[in-house]
């Protein structure tokens, strides 16, 4: 059975995780506006991530004894400015998704709710991942700088960059 501090600590996630989704769906958007197809294709799959990541968080409170929350969300942004821009704001995002889980992490150490610990390992290895993604993206955007030969060849290639997920078989 989950505590309270815990539930309620869980339930946050995944409103986090549901507005990481709705994100980068409207990112996805915004470059698919642009002609930047590959990128817009790359920001779905994001999409669709997040939102994974947030039923894997639903189902196990549920599971717990607890009651998963869909809560309301903030409407993001619709103008990215650039897609350098989107990106930079793609990393810092994930920073700061790195940071609550580490706070949960935290919580539950404090608890001393240990199967909830073990749950979070998974998420502690994706943000590894996500945010080395999110790094990698970077660093080929500073390479191509203002060339516009690069930026074809970016949005093409971006495609074929995923996160290698942690070996799991996916929400229950
Ligand atoms: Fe669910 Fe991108 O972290």
């Known amino acids: 059975m989950l505590k309270k501090k815990v539930e309620t600590a869980l339930n946050e996630q995944i409103r986090i995780e549901a507005e990481s989704s709705q994100i980068y769906l409207s990112m996805a958007s915004w470059a698919e506006v642009k002609g930047l197809e590959g990128i817009a ?47 930079r704001e793609l990393f810092e995002h994930e920073i700061m998704v790195s940071e609550c889980i580490n706070n949960l992490v935290h919580i539950t150490l404090e608890e001393k709710d240990y199967a909830t610990h073990n749950f979070l390992q998974w998420f502690v290895a994706e943000q590894i991942e996500e945010e080395a993604l999110a790094r990698t993206i970077l660093d080929k955007i500073d390479l191509i700088g203002s060339d516009k030969g690069g930026l074809y060849l970016f949005d093409r290639d971006i495609q074929q960059l995923t996160v290698n997920s942690a070996a799991d078989p996916g929400p229950a």
Do not use: C, T, W
Not at 47 to 59: A, G, N, P, Q, Y
Not at 64 to 71: E, L, N, P, Q, Y
């Open 41 to 87: 294709q790359f920001l779905y799959k994001h999409s669709d991530e997040e939102r994974m990541h947030m039923l894997k968080f639903f189902k196990y409170v549920n599971e717990r004894g607890g009651h998963a929350i869909v809560s309301e969300l903030s409407a993001p942004k619709i103008d990215f400015g650039s897609f350098q821009q989107l990106f």
